[in-house]
């Protein structure tokens, strides 16, 4: 008996577009809402071999695809070039695989977060 083998290489490039909109402030604290909507567009190399060493599939498969998020963040400022931030989303993404024999579309659906450090150079 043998091992199958499968390797895919994919490459994607994206744009996007974002905005922050300020809802609260009140001295060192400030919140927010930020929408955001990105484009994808790329490509995926596909190639699997079977236990007799046979090339079952090779090809070159088109990806489109689009995500959108919504975040609702938090910044603190703890002096004049240092603060803090904290965001809490939902994130829906769609990606569209188009490849000559057949298509296939995958729906996700998810939740993000982030937080970091915030230092002001200027």
Sequence with gaps: MGTSQFSSD?????V???????????ENLSVYVSPRYVYRRGHTDVAQEVPADVFVNGSDREIRG??????LGGRYALGTRFGVFGE???DYSREDTVEPMFESRINRTGIRT????????F
Excluded: H
Excluded at 10 to 14: D, E, I, L, Y
Excluded at 114 to 121: E, K, P, Q
């Design 88 to 90: 809490l989303g939902v």
């Design 66 to 71: 689009y995500s959108l998020t919504g975040s």
């Design 16 to 26: 996007g577009i974002s905005a922050l909109f300020q809802v609260y402030r009140e």
């Design 10 to 14: 994919t490459r994607q490039v994206g």
């Design 114 to 121: 982030s937080a970091g450090m915030l230092l002001f150079l």
